[in-house]
T-cell receptor, first 113, second 110 residues
Framework: EAQVTQNPRYLITVTGKKLTVTCSQN?????MSWYRQDPGLGLRQIYY???????DKGDVPEGYKVSRKEKRNFPLILESPSPNQTSLYFC????????????FGSGTRLTVV | GENVEQHPSTLSVQEGDSAVIKCTYS??????FPWYKQELGKRPQLIID?????GEKKDQRIAVTLNKTAKHFSLHITETQPEDSAVYFC?????????FGTGTSLTVIP
């Protein structure tokens, strides 16, 4: 089944403790992206990647890092999480050459206390 | 950058009535306009999209219209059903940069 897999689904952590949210897609998509979803603000892009080793900032990149060492994986790293990063996070992927619609992962609800 | 505005933020309709959600965008270079449906606790899912060389697209009970001159596009849902209740997001895109509206919470009252 074609899908984008995120892990974990739920995460509660403490301020300052480094964490990684994993994202993997099995559709051979070139383009991958991370979004955060907050009430009243919709979906805001954090980082995106056009292909392996090619990443760029979205609209809200502060406090986040990403890497794209393999085509299928695009982890999101919070090196020192803060409470304002409490949010619902979605990874998404699409084919290159488009634009084409995204396939979203199932989401990660992160709480930073 | 692109700015996408979406209205209304909430919408309630009686089952069987039509629902219309409107979005405007600012960047004339945007050329792809998808709509996503997000049910409670689930991921956004693409329901319909339109490209800038097309004015209207229909898929069963849903349709999207695009007015490039005015920079606005709309989602139309006819004969609404309770399972249409969800949050709907519009987006504007060029290449692979997507900008989303803030969402419309649609409630279909049986």
């Amino acid at each position: 089944e074609a899908q984008v897999t995120q892990n974990p689904r739920y995460l509660i952590t403490v301020t300052g403790k480094k964490l990684t949210v994993t994202c993997s897609q099995n559709m051979n998509h070139e383009y991958m992206s991370w979004y955060r979803q907050d009430p009243g603000l919709g979906l805001r892009q954090i980082y995106y990647s056009m292909n392996v080793e090619v990443t760029d900032k979205g609209d809200v990149p502060e406090g986040y890092k990403v890497s794209r060492k393999e085509k299928r994986n695009f982890p999101l790293i919070l090196e020192s999480p803060s409470p304002n990063q409490t949010s619902l996070y979605f990874c998404a992927s699409s084919m290159a050459g488009g634009p084409y619609g995204y396939t979203f992962g199932s989401g990660t609800r992160l709480t930073v206390v | 950058g692109e700015n996408v505005e979406q209205h209304p933020s909430t919408l309630s309709v009686q089952e069987g009535d039509s629902a219309v959600i409107k979005c405007t965008y600012s960047d004339s270079a945007s050329n792809y306009f998808p709509w996503y449906k997000q049910e409670l606790g689930k991921r956004p899912q693409l329901i319909i999209d339109i490209r800038s060389n097309v004015g209207e697209k229909k898929d069963q009970r849903i349709a999207v219209t695009l007015n490039k001159t005015a920079k606005h596009f709309s989602l139309h849902i006819t004969e609404t059903q309770p399972e249409d209740s969800a949050v709907y997001f519009c987006a504007a895109s060029r290449v692979n940069q997507f900008y989303f509206g803030t969402g419309t919470s649609l409630t279909v009252i049986p």
